[in-house]
Nanobody, 126 residues
């Protein structure tokens, strides 16, 4: 059974940093592309960052470019999202996703992902 478990969310102040982790198991492996998406109440889930099965291919939403970094540790089957200079508009539930198939390139559309985590809340106060 595919399982993605996010951790690392919390309440921080504007300008602070957080690192989210996503541990994958059960069918999501190191050759899958992985991504982070976020969602706020009443809005559609939006793309944040993605990484291909190596870390050579990464892609970021314009809103987080230069502040967030996605990385992966294939030995641990874990993906990270390092977030710096957090803003109140970054407040959302953050979801980890895995394609479930081999992908060298980063994938930016939610429809390209077959597996999703349960989400972790990130709240940034002003």
């Amino acid at each position: 059974q595919v399982q993605l478990v996010e951790s690392g969310g919390g309440l921080v102040q504007a300008g602070d940093s957080l690192r989210l982790s996503c541990a994958a198991s059960g069918g999501i492996d190191s050759t899958d592309a992985m991504g982070w998406f976020r969602q706020t109440a009443g809005k559609e889930r939006e793309f944040v960052a993605a990484i291909g099965w190596t870390d050579r291919d990464t892609y970021y939403a314009d809103s987080v470019k230069g502040r967030f970094t996605i990385s992966r540790d294939n030995a641990k089957n874990t993906v990270y999202l390092q977030m710096h200079s957090l803003k109140p508009e970054d407040t959302a539930v953050y979801y980890c996703a895995g394609t479930g198939y081999w992908s060298k390139i980063a994938r930016t559309r939610a429809s390209e992902y077959r597996a999703w985590g349960q989400g972790t809340q990130v709240t940034v106060s002003s």
